[in-house]
């Protein structure tokens, strides 16, 4: 399991610089003026994890396979696109697909690129995305309700049930607050789920800033960072220009380059520990001659759970897992060692994943 990730954005904020960089193709046109995304761009980049090398290295393994993340280059949103301006149908309805949003946001001056705000101010686009998006989800609850509403008149448990989950949505709406904000329990999280509600999506603003401020950020940054802490959001720096530069670079280029502008790493790294916290996504390993290869879960998911992952069966014909944490691995010099040492540990059902486990599962066929 990886994650899918929509980049959006009002148009001309470089959502499609970083799409191509990120992604290091030329698959989604870059270029100054509206809607030259037309259709949902979608592209695939291996996750780093250092980690993994390291486990492969010890283990010998002659192939490293890591977990990968989708990005989905969707169409520049505009003013009444949840009443069919611009490509507004066409945009949320590829929205619903994915599991959280990369919002970019223009944090940056340049009289050579038209900003179809007429000026910029990342706040105000923020909100312009976040309105079109809380409308529309009110269009979709009210058409839902209406129905339902008169159903759960004649008694209907289902039919009710639905109602008082919908009306927390609605609620929030009403009052130019996102869905995200509703306090769901465990229980209901399926269900709320189900509602495929836009604005119930976690967030990531992503701060496109020029080359100067990439390692700094501005005065633009800055307010964005107060924006996503008041509503619990995440937020990171990116020059998108900077990293479509480094797609170009050799490794030991773009560490040079990396270097003389003040970064440890590349944004993409940053985008994607942002959104594996955003999404609270943990990995773990399995381990061997033949291969290393990461897995991606949600965090607190269980080893039967997360055997699933690599194949139904597992799940299914779960029996025990073998676990050893990472740092006892690397410490014990692999499997045979961490055996030899007492830190394999052999683990049920019950066992919750941790980040960063090697894991051999044991099952029933």
């Keep these: 399991m990886g994650f899918k990730c929509g980049i959006v954005g009002l148009p001309n904020v470089g959502k499609s610089t970083l799409f191509n960089a990120l992604t290091q193709t ?27 090398d390291k486990l492969a290295e010890i283990a010998g393994s002659k ?34 697909e994915v599991d959280a949003i990369v919002h970019v946001l223009r944090c940056f ?16 686009d923020a909100e312009i995305i976040e309105t079109e998006l809380m409308l529309a989800d009110l269009e979709s609850l009210e058409k839902r309700l209406d129905r339902l509403e008169k159903k759960a008149k004649t008694g209907d448990k289902e039919a009710k049930y639905l109602v008082s989950l919908m009306r927390k949505a609605t609620d929030l709406l009403e009052n130019g607050k996102p869905a995200r904000l509703a306090d769901i329990p465990p229980e209901q999280e399926k269900d709320w789920k189900a509602l495929n509600l836009l604005t ?10 020029d080359e100067g401020s990439a390692a700094t950020g501005n005065v633009f940054s800055e307010k964005v960072r107060a924006m996503a802490e008041e509503q619990g959001a995440g937020a990171i720096v990116i020059s998108a220009a900077i990293e479509e530069e480094l797609a170009q670079l050799s490794d030991e280029e773009r560490a040079e380059f990396l270097e003389s502008l003040g970064l440890h790493e590349a944004g993409l790294d940053r985008l994607i520990k942002a959104g594996y916290d955003l999404l609270d996504l943990i ?17 607190g998911t269980k080893a039967p759970q997360a055997a699933g992952v690599i194949h139904t069966d597992f799940e299914k014909g779960f ?13 014990c010099g692999g499997e045979a060692g961490a055996k030899e040492s007492g830190k394999m ?21």
């Design 345 to 365: 540990r052999l683990e049920g059902k019950d066992y919750v994943v941790q980040d960063g486990d090697v894991m051999h599962f044991r099952f029933a066929t």
């Design 283 to 299: 990995t773990y390993f399995t381990c061997g001659p033949k291969e290393t290869r990461a897995w991606t879960v949600r965090r």
């Design 200 to 209: 119930s999506k976690p967030v990531l603003y992503v701060c496109n800033v």
């Design 26 to 52: 030329a698959a989604a046109q870059a270029a100054n003026y509206p809607f030259c995304t037309i259709e949902p761009n979608v592209g695939e980049v291996a996750v780093p994890d250092p980690r993994q």
């Design 319 to 331: 029996i025990r897992a073998e676990v050893i944490a990472y740092d006892d691995y690397v410490a």
């Design 109 to 124: 001056e340049d009289d050579d690129i038209t900003h179809v705000e007429g000026g910029v101010d990342p706040v105000r």
């Design 63 to 96: 192939e490293v396979i890591p977990t990968r993340i989708t990005f989905v280059d969707i169409a520049g949103l505009v003013r009444g696109a949840s009443k069919g301006e611009g490509l507004g149908n066409q945009f949320l309805a590829n929205i619903r």
